[in-house]
């Protein structure tokens, strides 16, 4: 039919010549369509197309086609490739979603579909701002390296006062911790203001800072109605007299949105940008047949210029998620190169193998550049955070499926509820991390390391 002559091309000559955006979808029909009847009505909704034959169309307009150009009929995959010019300029992910899994996931065509993996050619990564400051600058502050860097949420997640709360992330720290993240629901609630929040967390940063003569870092929740308010809380943060490196801002990228994310990335590139990543579960769940997959979401949290996005615990912590799907999306936004569920994404702006182009951007630049620094050549990476049901007896074995140890964990109930309460809890957790560290079981070490032993004791068994 006439869709399927305009938006498939199953001979699509090199569709990785840098003029699209690609994506592969698992789709099953709905109704009576086959599946590439249903694939030439996804590519058309999600780029030129309208229910009927429109007069209006241009020679120009059928360039801007989206293009099925690879099937699996057994795995009912299929490929399609988006002219990237369709999307916003200035690098806004928010109108790329729109495009890719807007309308199309409420179609009656389909009665599954999911975006598995996207492609990125490096020509477009260029428009693309990715994250500013990164894990590594964050190790730099805090001194942290060839180490997890060791984190928590204040639980009860709702609830403390504001000087309460404070004081929970001084025992932590004082503890050993070095991250300290809101919860994501924390706000501007009457029994806890955000601006006396901010206060103690000060308070009690420099109090934690001085004693252990650690630096420490605490991740504020700047989501927010508007974007005013939004400004205002980092404004508060910024003017309250932390040392730059010592604050993240987190906004919860799905609930607040992709300009929320870009927004905060624009205006503070030079503070950490943490991804809370609620609701993610409504598009990700592998059991749920529409939405897009953990590596579709940290991919685009790197392009919009996230810092840091939960990845998930692969299975070892509360929440759904495995090796497969978690630790495929932590690497793929770790690595400067990295496969995915079915590409290989490079994230360099630049071919390596065009040595003028790069000599022509290194003058440009006017400054000393080494050749192999990732942070002009290719974009920056953005730093898997590691959250959800976690506490230190699995702290390793969380690493053993993870295969490094450039993450942020951030366990809540996992410090917290150890029987002799925060402080102790973030002891054990450094503990577990010494005995990692020093290829040492955390039995044996716990012989001489009260904290862990009664942590060891008091949670359940991985
Ligand atoms: C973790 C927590 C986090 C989510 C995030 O607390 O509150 O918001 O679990 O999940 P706890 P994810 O450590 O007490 O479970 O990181 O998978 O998005
Ligand atoms: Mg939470």
Redesign the pocket.
């Known amino acids: 039919d006439s869709k399927q002559a305009a938006y498939v091309n199953l001979e699509l000559p090199d569709p990785t010549n840098g003029e699209y955006l690609l994506g592969v979808f698992h789709l099953i029909p709905g109704g009576e369509l086959n599946i590439l009847q249903a694939a030439a009505e996804i590519a058309a909704e999600s780029s030129t197309g309208t229910n009927f034959k429109v007069n209006t169309e241009t020679k120009f307009s059928r360039v801007m086609n989206a293009l099925v150009y690879q099937l699996d009929l057994e795995r009912n995959l299929v490929w399609v490739a988006y002219p990237w010019r369709l999307f916003d300029r200035g690098g806004n992910v928010q109108n790329i979603l729109t495009y890719i899994v807007g309308n199309i996931l409420g179609m009656k065509e389909i009665s599954a579909l999911k975006l598995l993996d996207v492609w990125f050619p490096p020509s477009m990564l260029e428009q693309y701002d990715g994250p500013g400051f990164t894990v590594d600058d964050m190790r730099e502050y805090l001194g942290v390296y060839d180490r997890p860097i060791l984190g ?2 204040v ?1 009860p ?1 709702m609830g403390l006062t504001s000087a309460e709360y404070a004081e929970v992330c001084y025992d932590f720290w004082v503890g050993g911790g070095d991250f300290v993240k809101n ?2 629901p924390q706000a501007n609630q009457d029994f806890c203001p955000y601006d006396k929040m901010v206060m103690h967390v000060k308070e009690a940063m420099d109090k934690a800072v001085k004693e252990t003569g650690q630096k420490k870092v605490h991740s504020f929740n700047v989501s927010a109605a508007d974007f005013d308010i939004m400004i205002e809380r980092c404004e508060m943060i910024v003017n309250a007299g932390f040392e730059p490196g010592s604050y993240a801002f987190l906004i919860d990228g799905i609930t607040a949105g992709w300009m929320a994310i870009q927004t905060i990335r624009r205006r503070y590139p030079n503070v950490f940008l943490h991804f ?3 609701a ?1 579960g409504a598009y990700t769940r592998p059991e749920n047949p529409i939405g897009f997959s953990v590596l579709v979401l940290s991919k685009f949290a790197r392009l919009a210029g996230a810092s840091g996005i ?4 692969a299975g070892v ?3 759904k ?1 495995s090796p497969a799907e978690d630790v495929v999306a932590a690497h793929n936004i770790q690595y400067l190169n990295s496969t995915g569920h079915f590409f290989e994404q490079s994230w360099t702006k630049i071919m390596d193998t065009d040595k003028d182009a790069i000599n022509l951007v290194h003058e440009d630049l006017a400054h000393h550049v080494i050749l192999d620094d990732d942070s002009w050549r290719g974009m920056k990476k953005c730093c898997p ?7 230190p007896v699995r702290l390793k074995p969380f690493i053993d499926v993870m295969g490094n140890v450039d993450f942020i964990t ?7 509820a150890h029987p002799e309460g925060t402080r102790s809890g973030a002891m054990a957790l450094v503990q577990a991390c010494e005995a990692y560290l020093k290829g040492v079981d955390i039995a044996e070490y716990a012989k001489d390391h009260k904290e862990l032993a009664q942590a060891i004791e008091f949670f359940p068994k991985v």
């Open positions: 928590t949420i639980k997640k919860d994501e809370h990543r609620a993610h939960h990845t998930g615990t912590g509360k929440m998620g955070i590691v959250s959800g049901g976690l506490n951030t366990m809540g109930s996992g410090v917290h």
